[in-house]
């Protein structure tokens, strides 16, 4: 059985910095409920209120209390508990709580718990981040006290930014920046992009969203990797990602956009515009995005969103696709989900990247702004691929995928020929 810690929560700010860090003021929260969970003599809810102390020394940044849950004879481990706590300074937190999952015994004083940290940021997100956690207790002194020995990712989970370094926090009108290693100034220029960005996605998707985004710079592609639980090689031509569940239980999930330092950094004005507008749409669309959704449709829709306003024309926003088809190498089917895979090949990424995009323009042209939309919501609504595309294609556009193909097939043979 799950046990929740309470839910920390964030109060009245304070002027730190111009972060805006604010100081804890903790509500009281019902007790956890009873759980027979046990390891080592120790049970879920016991962890638990360890954890539940550990939250608010985080939230109200104390380290001598955060120090206090930490186990006295890991030197190592305190001191780089301590730097996290200090990494996190600027990070405006509005709640910082655990959830034990499950406790496996190491002995009679040692013990192993699965752990989910949820927090939010004051302001951006309207849900927590989950971060999946392995947190080691140990037993020490005649009292019988449990204290943190250790505090790490689980496997398979991504590491996180206040691991990485210490954290410089730039607001924006709508867009918090926070990075690691990266320079004042840079961080102001993201901001001031993304906050352009979020009017200009609010634009394309009428549907109600925060209108905020959160932009993580870490220090290098290999930071950005580490993020994203992927080998770095994956990302190294890659400008921005961004993270983020689909569906399950319909409360969307707090998103971010991770930014290459490396890749981003080469792009110019254009570019920075393109990828972040790109990106904010992926946060603006998330709650209609789903299990169900084809990549092309959920990256040709960001795409149509970050070139809308631009005057450029489809030879020049499409290169790849167009060079394909002035050669007589038209592409068969829509793109699949398997050509938008970063360890590919570049060129096919760019075609199905390009590709998508006019699939999108085709539906706004032909059946217009409004039912591109509805589309995406209608094909979003479903939790299984099967049908998904077919039947919303039937009941909105009143055409069928085989039209559609051919349709935009004739489409790319018109914009880049």
Request: proline share 4%; glycine share 10%.
């Amino acid at each position: 059985m799950a046990v929740r810690t309470q839910d920390a929560r964030r109060g009245r700010t304070r002027g730190r910095s111009t972060a805006g860090a604010v100081l804890a003021v903790l509500l009281l929260a019902p007790a956890c409920t009873p759980s027979e969970d046990s390891a080592a003599g120790i049970t879920a809810e016991e962890v638990a209120a360890t954890l539940d102390r550990r939250a608010a020394a985080v939230l109200a940044h104390d380290t001598g209390a955060y120090l206090a849950a930490l186990d006295p004879r890991a030197t190592s481990f305190r001191a780089a508990q301590s730097a996290e706590l200090r990494n996190l300074a600027d990070v405006p937190l509005e709640s910082w709580a655990y959830e034990v999952d499950g406790l496996n015994a190491e002995g009679d004083d040692r013990v192993t718990a699965e752990v989910e940290l949820r927090y939010r940021i004051q302001g951006y997100d309207q849900a927590p981040v989950s971060s999946s956690r392995t947190v080691e207790l140990v037993r020490r002194g005649g009292d019988g006290t449990w204290y943190i020995a250790a505090d790490r990712a689980a496997d398979g989970a991504p590491a996180q930014l206040w691991e990485q370094g210490d954290i410089e926090a730039v607001r924006g009108e709508s867009a918090l920046v926070l990075g690691v290693g990266r320079t004042a100034a840079e961080l102001r220029r993201i901001a001031e992009t993304a906050d352009r960005a979020v009017p200009s996605v609010s634009g394309s998707w009428p549907e109600p969203w925060a209108r905020r985004v959160v932009v993580l710079v870490p220090s290098s592609v290999e930071d950005m990797a580490g993020l994203l639980d992927s080998p770095a090689d994956s990302y190294r031509g890659i400008a921005a990602v961004t993270t983020g569940e689909v569906g399950g239980s319909g409360r969307t999930p707090a998103d971010r956009v991770i930014i290459n330092p490396q890749a981003y950094g080469m792009l110019g004005d254009f570019g920075r515009r393109v990828v972040l507008t790109h990106e904010t749409t992926h946060v603006a669309t998330r709650a209609y995005t789903s299990a169900a959704t084809p990549v092309w449709l959920s990256e040709g829709f960001a795409d149509r969103t970050a070139y809308r306003h631009e005057s450029r024309t489809a030879a020049e926003i499409a290169p790849e696709l167009a060079e394909a088809v002035r050669a007589g190498d038209l592409p068969a089917q829509l793109p699949t989900d398997e050509e938008f895979g970063f360890g590919g090949d570049a060129g096919g990424l760019a075609r199905a990247y390009e590709g998508s995009w006019l699939a999108c323009e085709l539906i706004a042209r032909d059946w217009g702004e409004e039912e591109l939309i509805a589309f995406y919501k209608a094909v979003g609504s479903r939790e299984e691929r099967d049908g998904a595309v077919e039947q919303a294609m039937q009941t909105v556009l009143g055409t069928t995928p085989q039209d559609f193909t051919a349709r935009w097939r004739d489409y790319l043979r018109d914009r880049l020929a």
